[in-house]
């Protein structure tokens, strides 16, 4: 049996709740390590409120997905390449 802690990173004083709902969106963008995506899951498998959150969170991505299937025209897109890559870094 895996003996993972239900919660992933330093919870820097945040409740497991409040720690697991800040990095969700790390968890729905598969932008945790491995250990951590496992942590998340032990913690919602065992807090219901947090895998409800968990599910609406992932329905809106799902649906703003689905939703947002138009694609920029391709003049749009250069203008912004052209800014992006006109942009200068000041310190």
């Given at each position: 049996m895996?003996?993972?802690?239900?919660?992933?990173?330093?919870t820097?004083?945040?409740?497991e709740?409040?720690?697991?709902?800040?990095?969700?969106?790390?968890?729905?963008?598969?932008?945790?390590?491995p250990?951590?995506?496992?942590r998340?899951?032990a913690?919602v498998?065992h807090?219901?409120?947090?895998?409800a959150?968990?599910?609406?969170?992932?329905?809106?991505?799902?649906?703003v997905?689905?939703?947002?299937?138009?694609r920029a025209?391709?003049?749009?897109?250069?203008?912004?390449?052209?800014?992006?890559?006109?942009?200068?870094v000041?310190?």
């Amino acid at each position: 049996m895996n003996n993972i802690k239900p919660i992933p990173h330093d919870t820097a004083g945040e409740s497991e709740c409040e720690h697991a709902l800040k990095h969700l969106y790390e968890y729905l963008d598969s932008e945790m390590t491995p250990d951590d995506e496992q942590r998340m899951r032990a913690h919602v498998a065992h807090c219901s409120p947090c895998l409800a959150e968990l599910s609406v969170e992932d329905l809106v991505k799902q649906l703003v997905r689905r939703s947002c299937s138009e694609r920029a025209p391709d003049t749009l897109r250069v203008r912004i390449r052209e800014q992006l890559t006109g942009m200068a870094v000041i310190e």
